[in-house]
């Protein structure tokens, strides 16, 4: 996309991947948008970084980890599990079946 | 009214039994019954008798005994439902709370709504909110700002003693400016995420809206600290932040970077931006100029970070275990999930999210730099005034522009607080930011109270 | 045409730790008495919830990759792998992509050794399965097993017959066992098998030389025999579509165990787009040299170390390996050793072969046994000495001339007549006595 346009078939592909129904309209809103907002996030490009690090933490924090045991404070009884879904079946949460 | 009172002042009353706690909550309802639906502040309140009840169960000598408060409606609560003001939760009741909800209850104080907001954190107006545009109290015409809108807005109406919202590219920043209150974006990792619904993690924080920097103070200090359920949060002892309120901070470096006050500006804002430095200059601080060239690297930057992980953080409202159907989304949230994933697909990743991670060095290098010269940073918190309903949310690019002094700050996870510094001629409300280095918000808070010890701005609500 | 075998294993490996792997619930998947009933919001992935790692896990991990031969990072993290099902509650997996916690590791094998491109931590999934319910077909999901920790260990295309892996499988498993950290049982799901297997022309087309331009992925495999059909009958169904001048098609087939054959189950893009990025919510960890030591001190004496050391001591291969599987008869040979190091390799046998009831007999008793008690009795010996004697003149003859290896020879020859039984200190002083005349 650096320096090609989003395509119609880009979106369509993409909320493929992320599970999102899209319209028609929506995809063309959508198309027009993205578009927009990429002329001003490519400007970025322009910075050179090809000797800089990456930084993905910010808190400089490391090995924050838990000790193995069973916390019986946290967890859930089967009716609370289920009490959100829309749709359960003897203790299980359904969906349509999925087809391979 | 006496939720006009300091948080300090009603807890005094409580106590030697000159205030009555059950009025202060009266008070709050009649606020809520007389402004909230007008102006779509809340999102969902609490039955006013089952809150009176709770209120009975509670012991007089907690740190906030008694004190309502709303949460912005992204915090788990099992009182409320929670909602992040997207359809797809409409039914949604957690199971479990927040940590910082948690923290407050300890303390004695009460939740009284969820307040309404951008949602999933995507906006800086509340006007992407399935439960209503969120309206400005100064002028109901107008944005309230966001994303944490509501809540900041209950705090200027009183529908509440403080509130909490959260920021991510300026969610507490923004509003509490366009609203006359005080808002604190806390340094990243110094309170817990735990139940708050992610945004984007690595630059989400949860901090305080409240009437003055001294009520600020005090909230903070209930909710801050390590949590074992956030492997984010930092085990550095909490500061005594009452405590630093009490010495009055003396001849601090006031960093002003020149490069900030370039385009796009308001000019009333930048004016009063000026006027609050000579303020601060007459409090016996230093103004000291800095190189501060990163607005709008901070936004392109923040623009491919915030869209990548909140892709990915949505990416469990399938409908399975809760909430409904990913077709519920907004545009505006449909919008950001489709950035996001683009910028992280195969081929993309290190054009985008990689060159992004690595322009956040970049950032903490210049803000290293700038605080070598400087104990705080001034900036304004708003470029432009509260937009007319409807005039933000139709444009992806004002929308992100709005958020132009906000992103350089999010993207370090330093601390930044913004308090009321005057008005514009059209009688609506300006604010600043005061940054400060990691862990400095008992500096922030020191200077802030100082300010407001010597000015009136904040004592200051609308007319409803 | 004659075709190569050209095949990697992936295995996944269920950490039997007390609690998940990002959160405190119970860790028992497989023995719960009913579906959901060990979530909490993190493993439910419901909104506001955070992932801790579970430190018992890493170190379990480290030591699956020592234990395979692997490096370890000294830095290591987290990221999030992102797909949609049902039985992936947050929308991601997480796991790690770039940064595992081992990497390049090998196992030995009598075929040649098979390299471990990686090993590394990951959570596991829901347990989805089918039933029609008011006439219609659903999946109905289970979240025990949601974020249980997962190990996953990757090979190179190293394995080249189906008895190589079976061979290779056995020792992985046997090694993890030894370990400690987890069952392996394949009944239970505790150990998940997949191939990715492609043909070569090239019979020289080993490890290292040029991969050809396909891979198919096998999955379903519920045991190393079932693994060993699963590559013997691609074998033959690429060599057919080979011969034809045509490629297999690169996609996930699932391995059918009645028929013995695989059947394809989706079309395998080159890769999928997972939009890997580095987990925010979990700070990186930091392998520092003093923690290694540490988990490297829970290294057990390994299988394979065991068996060579019974071989060093005379025992036979076959017999060692028998013996390094069962820990009883191990410690009783680690007995006999420390009392007779050269009756080992006998009381080896004799275990195998069940000469010993070693439930009732203690080292110390068998090996008095063994010890058949010596003639000292120069009653009974001196004649028998004197019969040889006078049975060989010649050589006594030659002794007296000055011939001193004679004496050897009549020393031999009454062990000999006394079934090994005579003491041979007896002996030789009844010869010295009576060849001194």
């Known amino acids: 996309m650096t320096n090609n346009q989003i395509t119609n078939q880009d979106v369509q592909h993409l909320a493929k991947l992320v599970s999102l129904p899209l319209t028609d309209d929506r995809l063309n809103k959508l198309v027009d948008q993205i578009t927009t907002t990429f002329e001003y996030i490519n400007t970025l490009q322009a910075i050179d970084t090809d000797s800089t690090q990456e930084t993905n933490q910010v808190t400089g924090l490391e090995n924050i980890m838990r000790e193995d045991v069973v916390e019986e404070s946290r967890m859930l009884s089967q009716n609370q599990a289920l009490q959100n879904a829309k749709h359960t079946h003897n203790g299980y949460f359904l969906v349509p079946a999925i087809l391979e | 009214m006496l939720l006009d009172l300091s948080l300090q002042k009603l807890l005094a009353g409580y106590r030697d039994n000159s205030i009555d706690p059950v009025e202060v909550i009266r008070e709050a309802y009649h606020n809520i019954e007389n402004h909230s639906q007008e102006l779509n502040t809340l999102i969902t309140v609490r039955d006013q008798a089952e809150t009176l009840a709770y209120l009975k169960t509670l012991n007089k000598t907690l740190p906030l005994y008694g004190l309502p408060y709303v949460l912005k409606d992204s915090y788990a609560t099992t009182e409320l439902r929670t909602t992040s003001a997207s359809k797809i939760l409409d039914d949604y009741l957690s199971l479990y709370d927040a940590t910082v909800h948690r923290k407050l209850k300890d303390a004695g104080a009460i939740l009284i709504a969820k307040g309404n907001q951008d949602a999933w954190g995507h906006g800086a107006s509340t006007e992407n909110s399935d439960y209503g545009m969120g309206k400005n109290p100064w002028d109901p015409t107008r944005v309230v700002g966001g994303s944490s809108g509501g809540p900041a807005a209950a705090v200027i109406t009183r529908m509440c003693a403080f509130a909490i919202g959260e920021d991510t590219g300026g969610s507490i920043r923004n509003p509490a400016a366009w609203n006359n209150i005080s808002g604190l974006r806390v340094t ?29 103070a005090l909230v903070l200090s209930v909710i801050a600290g390590v949590d074992k359920y956030d492997a984010t949060t930092s085990p550095k002892p909490v500061d005594d932040y009452l405590a630093s309120l009490a010495t009055s901070p003396v001849k601090l470096r006031i960093g002003i970077a020149p490069e900030m006050f370039a385009d796009r500006l308001d000019s009333e804002i930048a004016t009063n931006t000026k006027d609050f430095a000579d303020k601060l200059a007459s409090l016996g601080h230093e103004l000291v100029d800095i190189s501060l060239p990163v607005a709008k690297m901070s936004l392109a930057t923040y623009y491919i970070l915030a869209p990548s992980e909140t892709s990915s953080n949505l990416g469990r409202y399938d409908g399975i275990r809760y909430g409904g159907t990913r077709a519920l989304f907004t545009q505006e949230s449909m919008r950001r999930i489709m950035m996001g994933s683009y910028e992280l697909s195969s081929g993309y990743y290190d054009a985008y999210y990689r060159k992004a991670l690595k322009i956040r060095t970049l950032l903490l290098q210049t803000f290293q730099d700038a605080f070598s010269k400087c104990d705080v940073i001034l900036l304004p918190e708003n470029p432009v005034m509260p937009p007319l309903l409807g005039d933000l949310i139709g444009d992806p690019l004002a929308n992100m522009l709005a958020d132009l002094y906000n992103t350089p700050v999010s993207l370090v996870g330093s601390p930044s607080l913004v308090i009321p510094s005057g008005f514009h001629k059209n009688g609506l409300p300006i604010g600043v930011q005061l940054v400060g280095p990691k862990f400095s918000e008992s500096l922030l808070l020191a200077l802030g109270h100082q300010y407001q010890q010597n000015t009136a701005w904040h004592t200051r609500s609308p007319q409803l | 045409m004659t075709y190569q075998l050209i095949c990697g294993a992936e295995i996944h490996v269920e950490l039997k730790t007390k609690s998940k792997m990002f959160c405190g619930c119970k860790n028992d998947p497989f023995h719960a008495a009913k579906p959901n009933i060990y979530t909490c919001p993190v493993c439910l992935g419901m909104p506001g919830a955070l992932p801790v790692p579970n430190k018992q896990a890493i170190e379990d991990c480290i030591l699956i990759g020592l234990a395979l031969g692997c490096k370890i990072a000294k830095v290591s993290k987290f990221d999030r792998k992102h797909y949609f099902y049902p039985d992936l509650p947050k929308g991601y997996q997480i796991s790690q992509y770039d940064e595992p916690f081992c990497f390049e590791g090998l196992v030995k094998t009598s075929f040649g050794p098979v390299r471990i491109t990686r090993v590394h931590m990951e959570e596991d999934t829901a347990k989805m399965h089918h039933e029609t319910v008011d006439g219609k077909k659903v999946s109905l999901i289970d979240f025990n097993r949601s974020s249980v920790p997962l190990v996953e260990i990757v090979t190179e ?75 013997t009958t691609e074998f033959a169904r690429h060599s057919e579509i080979l011969d034809r001048g045509e490629v297999p098609v690169q996609e996930t087939r699932g391995y059918r165990s009645d028929t013995s054959t695989t059947v394809s189950q989706r079309v395998k893009e080159d890769a999928a787009d997972y939009r890997y990025f580095p987990d925010p919510d979990i700070p990186p960890i930091v392998i520092s040299n003093a923690w290694l030591t540490k988990i490297k001190s829970r290294l057990p004496e390994l299988p394979t170390s065991k068996i060579e050391y019974l071989i060093a001591l005379g025992v036979v291969e076959s017999t060692a390996k028998i013996i390094v599987a069962n820990q009883v008869m191990m410690e009783y040979l680690d007995q006999v050793k420390t009392l007779d190091p050269k009756m080992v390799s006998q009381a080896a046998k004799d275990l195998v072969n069940k000469k010993v009831d070693y439930q009732k007999l203690s080292p110390e008793e068998y090996l008095k046994t063994k010890s058949v008690s010596k003639i000292t009795d120069k009653s009974i010996l001196r004649p028998i000495i004197e019969k040889i004697l006078s049975d060989n003149p010649i050589a006594v003859a030659d002794y007296k001339a000055g011939k001193q290896n004679a004496f050897g020879f009549f020393v031999g020859a009454v062990i000999k007549a006394t079934s090994g039984q005579a003491d041979p200190k007896t002996v030789h002083n009844i010869l010295t006595a009576s060849l001194s005349i």
């Not at chain 3, 992985?172 to 150990?191: P, S, Y």
């Open chain 2, 188 to 216: 990243y990792g110094r309170v817990s995420r735990y139940g708050c619904i992610s945004y984007a993690s690595s630059m989400d924080t949860v901090g305080p809206f409240a009437k003055s920097v001294e009520d600020l």
């Open chain 3, 157 to 231: 295309p190293d394995i080249k017959s189906p008895e190589q892996a079976k061979e290779f499988l056995k020792k992985v498993r046997d090694i993890i066992r030894t370990l400690g950290v987890a069952d392996c049982d394949m009944e239970k799901g505790g150990m998940r098998l997949e191939a990715n297997i492609s043909l070569s022309r090239d019979l020289s087309a080993q490890a290292g030389g040029n991969l050809p331009n396909y891979k198919v992925e096998v999955k379903n495999i519920n045991s190393f025999r079932f693994f060993a059909n699963a590559l």
